[in-house]
């Protein structure tokens, strides 16, 4: 009893002195392997949603099953499963009582029905080359789905594969501070997958228009869409191989136009592969995420109370050679009402991408003469300038104005060439690299909190001007 007491007292006391910047971590799944297709649920016991949080942080561990890694390349999508207080019934069994005369009993397994909500989707890399203790990091920002992360919830692992497999390890990083808006409600509009023969059947089964009421107090509104491309029976090489666009209409009227596609393949982390991994295709490459896409939708939510949404995919037909598998889609549409921003001026650090000592950077480190990092505009205004300062710990730091027109939730790579290369040549072994931001605009950061971001590093190696190749 002595050390309950002493535990609890010791848990009220970290709750009590919390502070902005402070992470809670919450595990669901750990080292769960994916054998079959299938899902592969865990629960999470989430904060109470009494505390706020700034950034909330999924860190999808993908390794190789207890057996090893498969070959193949599937797709896997971690889900949020909320009940919607809808009951509904499946029969359990069926057994014969009687013959003569003919009497069944039959046994009902009554259920609460729910709703997945995707965070993330990720497609395995071609594995079997790889090391049974194999393991690969994917980071994804859902602060967007707090509504749903509080207390105890059922977190999905869907694995789409024939074969054994994967494991998944999900992990929630919750860090308080002062969200840059509140959530006031989040909608799914498509989920699932789907062949995909001709556009008429596509669109009038599955991309239907949905009619969705808004909420009274929304004042801004996003759109995310998360599409990938699977399959290539047909001379286009659609839906994998072959690049097409998805269109985006609010109240019918065409508002984005996006192209669901990776050019970047042959840059994946995780290599070399077997298999086809170096080929681009439709949004997603073997070992790594399946891109979303951001659309924001404020200027159509004013004065209404109810908007149509659609998403079309840019139209192919093709007839299923005999014995094949149609192509399809795995297709996410979500709409998110918030309030208005909190900030007007809020420049956040997003990312250290080089140098870096990260998982899905490691394709571009070490490095010497740039660094690469990501800011975003967490502010109501657009954001036009801001100051970078960066440099490795100990050193002198460096400075860079940045100018742009960043509207407001979106982000921007910013590749910086360092003045002096040289400068950095007397560094070796592990370093810790900082970065920060300020001055959004020419002003005072409203939220200073995100502005720091620091990385632990190495140095890269430091070669003769003159070498002899033998």
Not at 152 to 170: C, D, L, M, N
Not at 218 to 235: C, D, E, L
Not at 350 to 358: D, N, Q, R, V
Request: include cysteine; hydrophobic fraction near 35%; proline fraction near 6%.
């Amino acid at each position: 009893m002595k050390y309950l007491y002493t535990l609890s007292f010791l848990l009220f006391a970290l709750h009590s002195f919390s502070a902005p910047g402070d992470t809670t971590l919450v595990s669901a799944h750990q080292k769960a392997d994916m054998t079959w297709y299938g899902s592969y649920d865990a629960w999470g016991d989430f904060p109470d949603g009494n505390t706020s949080y700034s950034k909330i942080l999924l860190r999808y561990t993908m390794g190789c099953a207890t057996g090893g890694c498969s070959d193949w390349d599937y797709t896997t999508q971690i889900q949020l499963m909320i009940p919607t207080g809808v009951m509904d019934s499946n029969v359990a069994s069926v057994d014969t009582v009687s013959l003569t005369p003919l009497v069944i009993d039959t046994t009902w397994n009554v259920f609460e029905v729910e709703e997945a909500y995707e965070l993330a989707r990720v497609i395995t890399p071609y594995g079997g080359s790889l090391p049974n203790n194999w393991e690969h990091d994917f980071m994804f920002d859902v602060t967007d789905y707090y509504p749903l992360l509080k207390d105890s919830v059922k977190v999905r692992a869907f694995y789409s594969g024939w074969s054994s497999g994967f494991s998944v390890s999900t992990d929630f990083l919750f860090v308080e501070g002062i969200r840059p808006r509140t959530v006031l409600d989040i909608k799914n509009i498509h989920s699932g997958y789907k062949d995909y023969i001709s556009s008429t059947a596509f669109e009038s089964t599955f991309l239907t228009s949905k009619t969705v009421t808004l909420s009274p107090s929304a004042k801004t509104a996003m759109v995310r869409v998360i599409p990938s491309g699977h399959g290539f029976v047909n001379s286009l090489n659609c839906a994998e191989f072959c690049e097409k666009d998805y269109y985006l209409k609010i109240n019918n009227q065409q508002v984005a136009t996006q192209a669901m596609w990776r050019n970047d393949c042959g840059l994946n982390p995780i290599w070399p592969q077997a298999g086809t991994w170096l080929f681009d295709r439709a949004n997603w490459c073997p070992g790594d995420k399946a891109l979303h896409y951001d659309h924001d939708i404020t200027s159509y939510i004013s004065g209404t109370s109810s908007i149509d949404i659609d998403v079309d995919v840019e139209a192919y037909a093709y007839t299923v050679p005999p014995g094949e598998v149609p192509a399809g889609y795995y297709f996410t549409t979500q709409l998110f009402q918030y309030g208005d921003y909190t900030f007007a001026n809020d420049v956040e650090l997003t990312k250290i991408l080089a140098p870096s000592h990260e998982d899905e950077f490691s394709r571009m480190n070490p490095i010497c003469g740039k660094v690469i990092l990501e800011i975003r505009n967490n502010g109501s205004q657009n954001l036009t300038s801001c100051t970078i300062d960066y440099g490795m710990e100990g050193g002198n730091p460096l400075t860079y104005n940045w100018t742009g027109n960043l509207a407001p939730s979106t982000a921007e790579v910013v590749s910086i060439d360092i003045p002096n290369p040289a400068d950095w040549e007397s560094y070796t072994g592990s370093l810790n690299f900082i970065a920060s931001v300020s001055n959004p605009n020419g002003q005072p950061d409203e939220y200073s909190l995100n502005n720091k971001k620091e990385v632990t590093v190495t140095a890269p190696p430091i070669y003769p001007a003159q070498m002899i190749l033998q």
